[in-house]
């Protein structure tokens, strides 16, 4: 998957976990719905690796102003 920023006319160039991440912010799943899916598909890799990884790449999307938070994150069991 490629992303276009239209402002900058900067692309960028998404790995199939990366692809999977977006799709799943424009489904507007929260980002700890993300990790437990990865989880899943990933289970040699640590929860809390994830989790770190998915924040640091979804910084990565708002920094450069492909994606902005809609509303405030949703914390799972409120």
């Known amino acids: 998957m490629a992303l276009l920023n239209e402002r900058t006319g900067r692309y960028w160039?998404?790995?199939r976990t990366g692809a999977t991440i977006?799709?799943?912010l424009?489904?507007?799943a929260a980002i700890?719905?993300?990790v437990d899916q990865l989880a899943d598909q990933h289970s040699g890799t640590p929860r809390d690796e994830l989790a770190a990884d998915v924040g640091a790449f979804v910084e990565q999307l708002a920094t450069a102003g492909l994606?902005?938070?809609t509303k405030p994150l949703r914390r799972r069991g409120r």
């Open 67 to 69: 994606i902005q938070a």
């Open 13 to 15: 160039q998404l790995n």
């Open 32 to 34: 700890e719905e993300v």
């Open 22 to 24: 977006l799709r799943r």
């Open 26 to 28: 424009l489904d507007h």
